[in-house]
């Protein structure tokens, strides 16, 4: 067996303290018994390959060779393989108890190198840790501050982590100090959130409501290829939608005095608000009108006008609808009326009004412009945490005034305890 070559080291220096993971690049690793540093071992060694080794240095001064120990013999002392022990200097020309080695191209080499050359279960997970520490620190060694030497500075940066809004970085940092797993997911390569808030340009036809209207609206990615159809078939027939929101949608910030909202759907995308403005004014031009046919006793709907002709004729019908008249709902009439029912469109895309329908019997009522999507709620079964971190992050959602409500479970109208 042929005595070992390293052919380099990275980093080639670090703290006198010891401590340093140094990566070891040559031939002959396998089977190794120990890597000096000088006159001293180092404390803990790794053999990731026949080529590639880490090891962690020793406490030690001034400038050693680095050398590895196999079966087959000892490697060669080489100046291209030493490691120099340094102290640092602070501002006030003292000694430092700590220096941050930086990211070096001798690094990079062998990151790359372990990379290509092992596929081991060890070396994918060695790879998964040097790839997120890159990630998020810019570097695979070290730490952008010191590490504290007492516990009044242990106190003080886990106190600037929580001003700072970073819970999941100060229980990560509990977690280190306590020796116990840190939060999950872990921190750095995170699966984004599986569904996400889509902005699609909202429906603004001219009118007295068209000021009013906001520009777009959010309607959940897993709802948004239905809805775009049905909106496509609407706009088909000449007709147009009209809606209030949401048209950005964030989780209420927790903290003392925080209340659980009322409407739990809304956080969830499964709520779509059509514009009240663009209804009740005058029902022959208005966007949106409430309508049911002439003499009929069946509830009203949500109905769309045809404002222009579209690619998809729509007959015309006799229809009794409602406005505003003199601060009050009153009935109205439109005769030869082409309007398009929302409501089955809506229903291909999971939206719904609430049932019985509520019309309104006053001018400030509004629950008739509130379409619901409860598509996948399973009553007894789905829980408002599981939804919400559909959309939102763990830690968004702990900082949330909805964080109380995670353990309510869908019965079939709300999420209740």
Do not use: K
């Not at 000096?36 to 790794?46: D, H, Y």
């Not at 001798?106 to 998964?128: F, K, R, T």
């Not at 009050?328 to 999971?350: C, E, F, K």
């Amino acid at each position: 067996m042929a005595s070992p070559v390293i052919t380099s080291i990275a980093p080639i220096s670090g703290p006198g303290t010891g401590g340093t993971i140094v990566t070891l690049t040559g031939t002959g690793f396998t089977g190794a018994l120990a890597v000096g540093f000088g006159p001293t071992n180092a404390s803990a060694l790794s053999v990731i390959s026949d080529t590639t080794m880490v090891a962690v240095s020793p406490a030690g001064t001034g400038t050693v060779n680095v050398t590895v120990v196999t079966p087959g013999g000892i490697s060669a002392v080489s100046g291209a393989v030493q490691f120099g022990y340094a102290g640092g200097t602070s501002s006030d020309g003292s000694t430092s108890y700590y220096v941050d080695p930086a990211l070096t191209s001798q690094i990079v080499g062998s990151l790359v190198n372990l990379i290509q050359a092992n596929n081991s279960p060890d070396a994918i997970a060695a790879q998964s840790i040097l790839m997120r520490r890159l990630a998020l620190e810019g570097d695979v060694v070290g730490s952008r501050i010191p590490p504290p030497r007492n516990i009044s500075e242990v106190g003080g940066y886990l106190n600037l982590l929580g001003t700072l809004g970073e819970t999941a970085m100060r229980e990560q940092a509990l977690a280190g100090i306590l020796g116990v797993a840190g939060p999950t997911p872990a921190l750095g390569f995170q699966s984004a959130q599986p569904l996400s808030m889509v902005s699609l340009t909202n429906d603004r036809p001219a009118g007295t409501a068209q000021p009013t209207l906001p520009l777009s609206v959010l309607v959940r990615s897993d709802f948004l290829n239905p809805f775009l159809a049905a909106m496509q078939t609407l706009h088909a027939q000449g007709a147009t939608l009209p809606c209030s929101g949401p048209s950005a949608l964030a989780l209420p910030p927790g903290g003392p005095g925080s209340v659980l909202p009322t409407d739990l759907l809304l956080y969830l995308g499964r709520v779509l608000t059509l514009a009240t403005t663009a209804a009740l004014i005058a029902p022959g031009t208005d966007p949106l009108v409430l309508a049911r046919p002439a003499g009929s006793a069946v509830a009203f709907g949500i109905a769309a006008n045809v404002l222009s002709p579209g690619t998809v004729a729509v007959a015309p019908a006799n229809y009794d609808a409602l406005q505003i008249n003199a601060g009050a709902i009153a009935p109205a009439s439109l005769v030869g009326a082409a309007l398009v029912m929302v409501a089955p469109l809506l229903a291909g895309a999971g939206f719904y009004p609430a049932s019985p329908f509520p019309t309104p019997t006053t001018p400030a009522d509004s629950a008739w412009a509130r379409m619901t999507n409860i598509t996948g709620l399973v009553p007894g079964t789905t829980s408002y945490g599981d939804e919400l971190a559909l959309l939102y992050p763990p830690s968004v959602i702990a900082a949330s005034a909805l964080a109380p409500a995670l353990g309510y479970v869908w019965d079939g109208t709300t999420f209740a305890p």
